[in-house]
Structures are given as structure tokens and as C-alpha cells.
């Protein structure tokens, strides 16, 4: 039995807190308030300490809420943020994406700047300016960083937030002990889908389309233990999922974990969602790490990368990449299922389709497919929005929207 | 067929049996000791990557669990250009460097892009008869695959 229009378009029969309303997937003025309202306010991952493991190494980094930004470490082994921008004619500083900078120079006007953010060189600058402008006048802008939770080094752009350990709470308390060892980066690729970053994060919320993958209903659903995950809900919108066996050897090809990890169980899974678009994934032998960083209503990049332990021996080293390989990389079984999926959603929720409504409305007592990890991340997303992701065209506060 | 000859056929077959999805077919151009690998270097993280690594037994797994997944079904045409053939062992062997572009598809309008290019590196096995792939390397210089792809180049 099909539906008119008027069915089409009316409110689903569920508590508004259950259902969103598909124009905060593609609304072109949601997307500049999330960046200015969400992205700009909360700490995100920038990179990895094991990517910029010596002395001046860097990483620039595009910030979700607009911004670039320079990773940079110091003489004094501190990890500091600034604004890729040169305070002189606002060129990009460092054009790579890493390198070793003792000084980052401008390859403009040679205005040069050490990892302190100090400008150090201003050719000509007394000629130029006499006493009406220097070096201490055109410091670079440094944002807030930490390192932390497995070696992460997240940033905030905003001054005044709230620390990273209190942005974080408990949330992340099942990896405590699996987040303890020094960590290494090992594969690291980016994917630009045409869909919005919150499908993304949606779909590392909820693993009732475990049916999209054959790996985890053979590997998971159809084993002891997988019903029995639950969803935990914590401050600021962040979520985690507890473990289970995986039995990795009932997919043809793939056999048990050899390799496991600190702190986690033999064949197990935790997965932990943080508000608001990154994900740790630990898989028995792997650690992978989404940040998703949007690039527009219906453009998200989504920065990928597989971990494994910093004292892995070769083959330790050689098993984590194989099993990282198998389900997940570019060419894995199911990264390519779950891409294949938001991209869909972005084709269907593109504006002018006409799609209205996406259903959270799963019940099943917090466990592995109750749709609860999505009905908190909007509860978060209304409270930083004010404003329910079913009724976005209705603001909480009118004056604040005003 | 010359010995360059046979090194030229086994490697474009190799190309127009994936594009077709011949999967058996390139199967049979592959030596028992075949060994296949996807890699690329991230300046990123300065590092060497691999991304897909199978024995012989391993992508005929692979292939045959194809069905079984949900896979974008755009067609890809693969491109190869040998660079270099150097025959050893008597022209009982050959290392071949080849240069690879893979366009994709769309089955919706049929517009096609440049998905990814890279080198292919090769050691191929001539047995007077024919040529069999025994190690095949793809270095990719594209590191942004979109949704990425589940057959291999």
C-alpha cells in the first residue's frame, strides 16, 4: 500500500524525538550555523602524535568549521596549533600536508615564524614599516590543543571551551586500558562522499544495517553475544557499544585474530561514537579512527586511519594490516558497503527530492540495533542548535535565532 | 609470439579480464605462486601503505565472495602502457613496468571520469607457450577513491 503526498509529508507516528526532519541533511543555513554553533565549539581530532613524532614535524589540517590549520611540534616536544594563514597577505603558510619546519616561511614575502607562533623575520621590515609595525605585532593565531586518548592531538578554535577532559567525560572509559600504549598510524586515506557528515555519523551509530554487510552478519549477527550489545549514552552527545566475540573464521578467506590488543577481550569490538562526527572503532587487532569533516550540507571528507601498536614487531605489524585490509581501507569488504550507503542517502536527500522524513524510532531496550545512539546524538545536536532535528524551522529560543 | 609479445598479452588480458569481470580468466593468467598487491605512499603520514595484499587462493576468494556483497556496480576500464620489459633468466622471465589509469562509469548517463592511476609492477613468467603473472605490484599515485571499489585493479 502506497502513500499521496499528503501521507508523504505527514509527521511519523512516533515521539518527535524519534524522527528528523531530511533538511538538516541538506539545508544550506543549518550547515553554516553547525559549523559556527557545533564544529566551532567542541575539540576535534587533528592528526596523530605519531605522525609528527620529531622536532618541528607538522601536519596542516582543515578544520570541519572552516578553518586551516598548522600541527606543529616544538624544540620544547609541545604540540601547538595555529591558523595556517599569514598575517601579512593571508597566504597558506605550509602548502604540504606534512613536513619538518624549524621556521615556517611564507613563500610569499618571506615573512618567517617558529613553532612557538612568534614571527622571527620580516625582510625589510624597519624599511618598510619603521616603528609602526613588527615582529610582535603579527604573531600567529594559536588555537587550543591537547594530546590525548591514544595519542590524538585535538584542537578547539574556541578559547574559551571547556577542557578536553571534561569535553570527553567518561565516554571513552571501556578504552581505558586499550588506549594506554603508545599508538602508530600505519594507513591513512580520505574519502569525499556527496552526502552530509551526520549520515556518516548516523551510520557509525547504529549497526541495524549490519544486513548491508555479509561480513558482520556471518562474523556477528549470526553469533552468540550479539544481541546482547548495548548502547551507552554520555555528555555532550557521545555514545559507545560493549564488545562481543567476533567469530572472524566463519567468513571464507578470514581467519581468527592472531594479534590482539590491550585490554580488550579475544575476538572482541568496541565502538565508541563522539559528538560530533568521530568514531573509535577497535576491532580485536585494529584500531581505526573516522573524523568526518564536512565540506558543505551534502559534502563530507572523512579521514581514515588504521592503528596498531607502536611496539609491534614486522609480522605483529604485517597482521593488523591485513586485517584492516580485509573489511575495511578503500578495498575492503565493508568500508566500501558503508560509503556505497551515505552516498545513496546523499542522492535521495539532495534538496528539491522531495525527502522528508528519516525514521530513529528502533526500540530494543538500548541493545545492538535500537536506534538510541542516533536519538542522542540529535538530543546533543538540538541542545547546541536550539532547535528539535524533527522541527528545524522552529527555533527553541526566537530571540537567540533572531 | 616473441617473447615481448607474450609479455604484452598477459598483461593487457589481465586488464581486459577485470573489465569485464572475467574473474576466472584472469585467474588463469596468474602462476600458482601468484602474489598481488595494492600499496601507495601518504605524504600524510610519510609512510608506505598497503591497502590489498592475496595469494593466488586469496583472490580467487576474493572474487567468488563478490556476489555476496553490495558493491558499486560502475563499470571500470583499465588502461595499461608498458614502460619497460627486462627479460632475465634467458628470456625465461621479465620484470615489467607498466602505467595504469582506471576510469570509471557511470551506469546512470554513462559519463566517465579518471578514478585513479598508477604503475603496475610485474614479474612475469614465459614458458614458451605463454606468459603467467607471478607477482604484480600496483602502486597508486591516487590516494582519494571516493566510496572506494571492491574488485581490485
Known amino acids: ?402 | 609470439m616473441t617473447p615481448r609479445e607474450q609479455v604484452e598479452s598477459v598483461i593487457y588480458r589481465s586488464c581486459m579480464t577485470l573489465d569485464a569481470a572475467d574473474f576466472d580468466g584472469y585467474i588463469n593468467l596468474c602462476d600458482d605462486d601468484y602474489h598481488y598487491r595494492i600499496s601507495a605512499y601518504s605524504p600524510e603520514i610519510r609512510k608506505d601503505m598497503i591497502w590489498l595484499e592475496h595469494d593466488k587462493d586469496g583472490m580467487s576468494t576474493l572474487f567468488k565472495q563478490l556476489p555476496r556483497h553490495n558493491s558499486d556496480k560502475s563499470p571500470l576500464s583499465r588502461h595499461a602502457t608498458i614502460y619497460s620489459v627486462e627479460f632475465a633468466d634467458g628470456d625465461k622471465e621479465a620484470n615489467v613496468v607498466s602505467f595504469l589509469q582506471v576510469f570509471k562509469t557511470a551506469l546512470d548517463g554513462g559519463t566517465t571520469e579518471l578514478y585513479a592511476v598508477g604503475k603496475m609492477y610485474d614479474k612475469v613468467k614465459l614458458n614458451g607457450k605463454g606468459a603467467t603473472l607471478v607477482n604484480r605490484e600496483v602502486k597508486l599515485d591516487t590516494r582519494q577513491l571516493g566510496i572506494g571499489h571492491h574488485v581490485p585493479f
Open chain 1, 1 to 402: 500500500m502506497s502513500r499521496n503526498s499528503t501521507q508523504w509529508h505527514a509527521k511519523p507516528n512516533l515521539p518527535e524525538t524519534h524522527y528528523v526532519d531530511t533538511s538538516v541533511y541538506t539545508s544550506e543555513e543549518l550547515f553554516r550555523e553547525e559549523q559556527e554553533k557545533i564544529f566551532n565549539k567542541v575539540w576535534i581530532i587533528a592528526c596523530h602524535e605519531s605522525e609528527i613524532p620529531n622536532k618541528f614535524d607538522y601536519r596542516t589540517f582543515h578544520h570541519p568549521g572552516g578553518e586551516n590549520l598548522i600541527i606543529i611540534r616544538g624544540e620544547d616536544d609541545k604540540v601547538r596549533a595555529f591558523y595556517n594563514i599569514c598575517p601579512h597577505r593571508g597566504n597558506t603558510i605550509l602548502y604540504d600536508p606534512s613536513g619538518n619546519a624549524k621556521r615556517m616561511t611564507c613563500i610569499f614575502h618571506s615573512w618567517s615564524f617558529d613553532p612557538q607562533g612568534s614571527c622571527v623575520e620580516i625582510p625589510r621590515g624597519k624599511e618598510g614599516y619603521q616603528e609602526r609595525l613588527g615582529k610582535a605585532d603579527v604573531c600567529l593565531r594559536e588555537v587550543k590543543c591537547d594530546r590525548g586518548y591514544g595519542g590524538f592531538i585535538w584542537v578547539n578554535v574556541d578559547d574559551e571551551s571547556m577542557s578536553l577532559q571534561e569535553y570527553i567525560g567518561d565516554a571513552l572509559g571501556l578504552l581505558d586500558e586499550s588506549l594506554a600504549p603508545e599508538l602508530e598510524v600505519f594507513t591513512y586515506h580520505k574519502a569525499i562522499v556527496n552526502t552530509n557528515y551526520k549520515l556518516w555519523h548516523d551510520t557509525n551509530s547504529e549497526f541495524y544495517h549490519d544486513y548491508m554487510h555479509y561480513f558482520n552478519r556471518i562474523t556477528g549477527m549470526m553469533q552468540p553475544g550479539y544481541f546482547d550489545r548495548k548502547y551507552t549514552g554520555y555528555k555532550y552527545g557521545h555514545a559507545s557499544v560493549g564488545s562481543m566475540e567476533v567469530k572472524y573464521d566463519a567468513y571464507e578467506g578470514s581467519a581468527q585474530r592472531g594479534v590482539g590488543w590491550p585490554g580488550l577481550a579475544p575476538g572482541g569490538w568496541i565502538l565508541i561514537d563522539l559528538f560530533p562526527g568521530m568514531t573509535y572503532n577497535l576491532r580485536t587487532s585494529v584500531l581505526r579512527m573516522d573524523t568526518s569533516i564536512p565540506l558543505g550540507p551534502n559534502k563530507v571528507m572523512i579521514e581514515f586511519r588504521g592503528l596498531g601498536l607502536k611496539s609491534d614487531n614486522a609480522d605483529e605489524r604485517a597482521e593488523r594490516v591485513r586485517d584492516h585490509n580485509t573489511i575495511w581501507g578503500p578495498f575492503g569488504r565493508n568500508l566500501h558497503e558503508d560509503l556505497l550507503g551515505v552516498h545513496g542517502q546523499g542522492i535521495a536527500m539532495r534538496e528539491g527530492t522531495d525527502s522528508k522524513w528519516v525514521i530513529h524510532g528502533r526500540e530494543e531496550n538500548n541493545t545492538i540495533h535500537d536506534e538510541i545512539g542516533m536519538r542522542h546524538f540529535y538530543a546533543e545536536w538540538g541542545r547546541r542548535m536550539n532547535r528539535m532535528a524533527s522541527e528545524p524551522q522552529k527555533p527553541f529560543n526566537k530571540s537567540e535565532a533572531a
